[in-house]
């Protein structure tokens, strides 16, 4: 059971505007940033949003992130066939002297 | 460029300790702010985040698996080990570790390509 919920799966088509959602609690989300994470098959997860909203150099701007009190949002517009990916949220949670917590990951399918 | 590779045995029997070692480059785990940890995924399931050393050597653990992990860092040498004992055939998962990016921040910008553990008699 991870500490931060996502929804297991999402869909869409090419071109289409999804977003995946990851919800936590007051010492995680609702004091700390969200990070977002891209895991394409066989590979390792990749930062794709960090501090909510800021996209590491070579992100497509396609990619969005928002954090609202104690839930985030990662957007991702003009979908294409290779955003084919398990995606994670992750925060930093102030309880039991500070430990990293993650979300238990989105399959996100284009179809 | 900033690399990190994970090293250990690919398979070890149940009770048996685990040790892994993260050797890393472009980046120095002397230099304020930075840190390395480590990142478990069983095949299949979720990631999970298992324990961070800073460069400050503050260590952070997983709550629900301190007592059975220990972090240290060789500056000198750029590794950064994790040990896990009385491991279990649940503990079966590719380990990554991954530079910690800012203090507290649950960000990890770069990360090694991950070492399949499996455990197992």
């Known amino acids: 059971q991870s500490v931060l919920t996502q929804p297991p799966s999402a869909s869409g088509t090419p071109g289409q505007r999804v977003t995946i959602s990851c919800s936590g609690s007051?010492?995680?989300?609702?004091?700390?940033?969200v990070n977002w994470y891209q895991q394409l098959p066989g590979t390792a997860p990749k930062l794709l949003i960090y501090?909510?909203?800021q996209r590491p150099s070579g992100v497509p701007d396609r990619f969005s992130g928002s954090k609202s009190g104690t839930s985030a949002s990662l957007a991702i517009s003009g979908l294409q066939s290779e955003d084919e990916a398990d995606y994670y949220c992750a925060a930093w949670d102030d309880s039991l002297n500070g430990h990293v917590v993650f979300g238990g990951g989105t399959k996100l399918t284009v179809l | 460029q900033i690399t990190l590779k994970e090293s250990g045995p690919t398979l070890v029997k149940p009770t048996q300790t685990l040790t892994l070692t993260c050797t890393f480059s472009?980046?120095?785990?002397?230099?304020?702010?930075?840190?390395v940890g480590w990142i478990r995924q069983p095949p299949g399931k979720a990631l999970e985040w298992l324990a961070l050393i800073y460069w400050d050597d503050d260590k952070r653990y997983s709550p629900s698996l301190k007592s059975r992990l220990t972090i240290t860092k060789d500056t000198s040498k750029n590794q950064v080990v994790l040990t896990m004992t009385n491991m279990d055939p649940v503990d079966t998962a590719t380990y990554y570790c991954?530079?910690?990016?800012?203090?507290?921040?649950?960000?990890?910008?770069?990360w090694g390509q991950g070492t399949l553990v499996t455990v197992s008699s």
């Open positions: 007051s010492s995680n989300i609702g004091s700390n940033t």
């Open positions: 501090s909510n909203n």
């Open positions: 472009g980046f120095s785990l002397s230099t304020s702010g930075v840190g």
């Open positions: 991954a530079r910690h990016y800012d203090i507290l921040t649950g960000t990890f910008d770069y």
